[in-house]
Nanobody, 128 residues
Framework: QVHLQESSPGLVKPSQTLSLTCTVS??????????WSWIRQPPGKALEFVGY???????YYTPPLRSRTSISRDTSKNQFTLRLNSVTPEDTAVYYC????????????????????WGKGTQVTVSS
């Protein structure tokens, strides 16, 4: 069974860097054909796609966040990490990591069920 677990940074101050790690078990993050994604849901709003890292290491970031986003991985720990720079209160959301075999599952995502597996989510609040 595939399991994804987000880390819990909790409160982040404006202008700082948000760092979230997803620990994966049950499948290697380098296994052929998987795309490891970050998605978020701001309060009262729909799911937003943030970006993904492919099994090859290739990354894609949604254009509105591209200049502030990076995703990296530690294959020895089977983890991938989201970093979002210069956060503002608008980055407050529940952040989820998820996996899909579909590289086209990006900005059109509507629900977590569109992914094959996903974590429980972690609340990130940006506030001074």
């Amino acid at each position: 069974q595939v399991h994804l677990q987000e880390s819990s940074p909790g409160l982040v101050k404006p202008s700082q860097t948000l760092s979230l790690t997803c620990t994966v078990s049950g499948v290697s993050i380098t296994a052929n054909g998987y795309y490891w994604s970050w998605i978020r849901q701001p309060p009262g709003k729909a799911l937003e796609f943030v970006g993904y890292m492919a099994y090859t290491g290739l990354t894609y970031y949604t254009p509105p966040l591209r200049s502030r986003t990076s995703i990296s991985r530690d294959t020895s720990k089977n983890q991938f990490t989201l970093r979002l720079n210069s956060v503002t209160p608008e980055d407050t959301a529940v952040y989820y990591c998820a996996v899909s075999p579909d590289p086209g599952l990006r900005e059109t995502v509507e629900r977590l069920g569109d992914f094959s597996f996903w974590g429980k989510g972690t609340q990130v609040t940006v506030s001074s």
